[in-house]
T-cell receptor, first 114, second 116 residues
């Protein structure tokens, strides 16, 4: 069965600092991996996805993530945080013959200080 | 392309009442998903359709819950005899399943249910 663990329910950084949000997954078959962002009282917006084409994936708003099979990780990074990055971030995995449902981590709330 | 829409955005009901939510997916998408999100948690999968066929249901989807997608377009999620534990955000997503689409799911804004 697939599962996702996000280390750190809250991460706080200063504006301009590196953002690192951690995600580890468990999957019995090659997975598709996703990072979504959620602003208060809104739905989820896709930041980026890994689909086995390249291990370093670039997404929107300057975010990127690296797939490391040996570490079963898919950590999200951004070189320089902006105040507008403050939100909740979810890592998700999709697997199986039909790659149907997404299994989400519990989320990481990112706070950006001026 | 207007995105995934959900109605209503908010619903307050009394325990024991029935409620129904509607989701309109992106028009060319053949898959439609329902998730439930409670405060401080990630979304949890409930069920999904490919066209009008319901392909998978979570064990979270008790007998009080039923979902339909009668013509392979919009979908409804009904909760009968609501309980306070049903209070949550109900999210709908859609995707286009096929080669090179990777099942990227697009989410609607959600329906927030409060059961008093």
């Amino acid at each position: 069965a697939q599962s996702v663990t996000q280390l750190g329910s809250h991460v706080s950084v200063s504006e301009g600092a590196l953002v690192l949000l951690r995600c580890n997954y468990s999957s019995s078959v090659p997975p598709y991996l996703f990072w979504y962002v959620q602003y208060p009282n809104q739905g989820l917006q896709l930041l980026l996805k890994y689909t086995s084409a390249a291990t370093l994936v670039k997404g929107i708003n300057g975010f990127e993530a690296e797939f490391k099979k040996s570490e079963t990780s898919f950590h999200l990074t951004k070189p320089s945080a902006h105040m507008s990055d403050a939100a909740e971030y979810f890592c998700a995995v999709s697997e199986g013959t039909s790659y149907g449902k997404l299994t989400f981590g519990q989320g990481t709330i990112l706070t950006v200080h001026p | 392309d207007t995105g995934v829409s959900q109605n209503p955005r908010h619903k307050i009901t009394k325990r024991g009442q029935n409620v129904t939510f509607r989701c309109d997916p992106i028009s060319e998408h053949n898959r439609l998903y329902w998730y439930r999100q409670t405060l401080g948690q990630g979304p949890e999968f409930l069920t999904y359709f490919q066209n009008e066929a319901q392909l998978e249901k979570s064990r979270l989807l008790s007998d009080r819950f039923s979902a339909e997608r009668p013509k392979g377009s919009f979908s409804t999620l009904e909760i009968q005899r609501t309980e306070q534990g049903d209070s949550a955000m109900y999210l709908c997503a859609s995707s286009s399943w096929g080669a090179q689409t990777y099942n990227e799911q697009f989410f609607g804004p959600g329906t927030r249910l409060t059961v008093l």
